[in-house]
């Protein structure tokens, strides 16, 4: 896998702050000049030199002369672009060196008048249209005094060194993480030797991983996950073997993102990235590091939203009950349904409902039971299958604990007053 030289979301948000927060165009990009990222009124939004007919090699060539002079100044550099306006840049730093640049300008330090007939009438011989379509450009253009182009270019070398600093300590940390994972593996890899018990499938381990993920485990979830990885390279360390297999373990993964709550697209979106990543990994060990980023993330992500997965784990199971309330119904069968652990899933269905599972399936089947009382002219018997009750006594006894009252009194109370209501006897006044 070829590794982004830079960290590409700091330098962004890196220049989304300092634009923000100064009101100047900050420019993020590579050596070669290409525009990565651009917040504010940038050089690659300004449009003077299209509009003055200037080739737009002047300006690379000019932010790149700006770079080298930093880094030749220790991180800092003003300097003006071919239009006469002003910049100033500080280079990100890499693996290798100067890697990137972060550019704030282009801005003027001096009054707009005084620019229009210093640089636009000496300088530059424009032609009345170009130089019309020009001034309306400069208008957009932001003003800076002198004094405070240079207390703002050491902020901006302060905070692209910062980032740098931190990119750097991440850096040596995924290398740390790694080399750590990677000795893990290899403890784990030496035990299924010596057990004898590796060249299959690790199911069992995939499964476990699968489930501390969707319970938040973070600590079994590494553990599991090493277990799953040693087993993988135990049996056979060919890195095409090994990618498919994670291929569709990623799968697994994605759906396990959707049952705790995550949305479909999102999902699917995060489903390409992935395959897209894994690959371009050409390494055992860089496959395990990205791995263990992808876990990891994965546990951020669902912590994120606990009242959402929950809430939508609950109204999968309360649609499975309505649904199939007259069959034999089991709190086991619902963790399946979801992917969890019985006692993971009995505990947040209580928390979510206020109650227990089977007390939730015996509401459900009570209410049927009633409706059906009021509604027919049913035997109890024959209303206790229907709702699920194979058991007589039981549904009695579960009929009497919901509803207050026993199910033949019950029946007794809705159908005589039914029939009651039904035939009125008839009485005429002498």
């Known amino acids: 896998m070829k590794k ?19 009101g100047l165009g900050c420019t993020v990009s590579d050596t070669s000049g290409k525009i990565l990222f651009e917040h504010g009124p940038g050089c690659g939004s300004c449009g003077l030199c299209r509009a003055a007919g200037l080739p737009t090699e002047n300006c690379i060539r000019a932010h790149h002369y700006g770079m080298i002079e930093a880094e030749r100044f220790g991180g800092k ?13 500080s280079p990100i730093i890499g693996e290798e060196g100067s890697m990137a640049k972060i550019t704030v300008g282009p801005f003027m330090m001096v009054e707009l008048q005084d620019f229009i007939d210093c640089e636009l009438s000496e300088y530059m011989h424009l032609d009345p249209g170009a130089k019309e379509q020009v001034c309306q450009l400069l208008l957009s253009v932001p003003q800076v005094s002198p004094k405070r182009v240079q207390d703002l270019s050491v902020l901006l070398f302060m905070a692209v060194g910062f980032m740098n600093n931190v990119s750097a300590e991440n850096r040596l940390l995924e290398i740390e993480r790694s080399d750590l994972l990677q000795g893990q593996i290899g403890a784990y890899i030496a035990q299924l030797k010596g057990r004898g018990t590796f060249g299959s499938y690790p199911f069992d381990r995939e499964r476990a991983l699968l489930q501390a993920v969707s319970h938040g485990e973070k600590a079994e979830a590494r553990q599991y996950l090493t277990e799953y990885l040693a087993s993988l390279h135990a049996g056979g360390s060919e890195i095409g073997r090994i990618r498919a297999r994670i291929s569709e373990f990623l799968v697994l993964l994605s759906r396990t993102a959707a049952a705790n709550g995550m949305e479909e697209q999102q999902v699917l ?23 263990l980023t992808v876990v990891e993330g994965m546990l951020e992500s669902i912590a994120a939203y606990p009242d959402v997965r929950h809430a939508n784990i609950i109204h ?3 649609q499975h009950i309505g649904a199939g309330y007259q069959e034999r119904l089991t709190l086991e069968d619902a963790a ?16 979510e409902t206020g109650v227990s599972f089977h007390q939730y399936l015996n509401n459900v089947r009570i209410t049927k039971a009633k409706e059906l009382i009021r509604t027919t002219n049913l035997r109890l018997t024959d209303i206790s299958q229907m709702v699920g009750y194979d058991d007589q006594s039981y549904f009695t006894k579960v009929f009497k604990r919901t509803a207050g009252i026993a199910p033949g009194e019950y029946m007794k109370k809705y159908r005589s007053s039914s029939s009651q209501t039904a035939v009125q006897p008839f009485t005429r006044n002498s």
Not at 4 to 19: I, N, V
């Open 336 to 351: 399946r349904m979801v992917c969890l652990s019985s006692d993971y899933l009995s505990r947040i269905f209580r928390e």
């Open 269 to 291: 979106l995060l489903y390409r990235q992935w395959q897209q990543t894994l690959s371009a990994l050409s390494s055992f060990q860089a496959v395990s590091a990205w791995l």
């Open 316 to 318: 999968r199971c309360i």
């Open 77 to 89: 550099y003003i300097y003006f672009c071919p239009f006469g306006l002003t910049c100033f840049v």
């Open 4 to 22: 982004e030289s830079f960290d590409h979301r700091l330098a962004d948000e890196c220049a989304r702050a300092f634009s923000t927060s100064t």
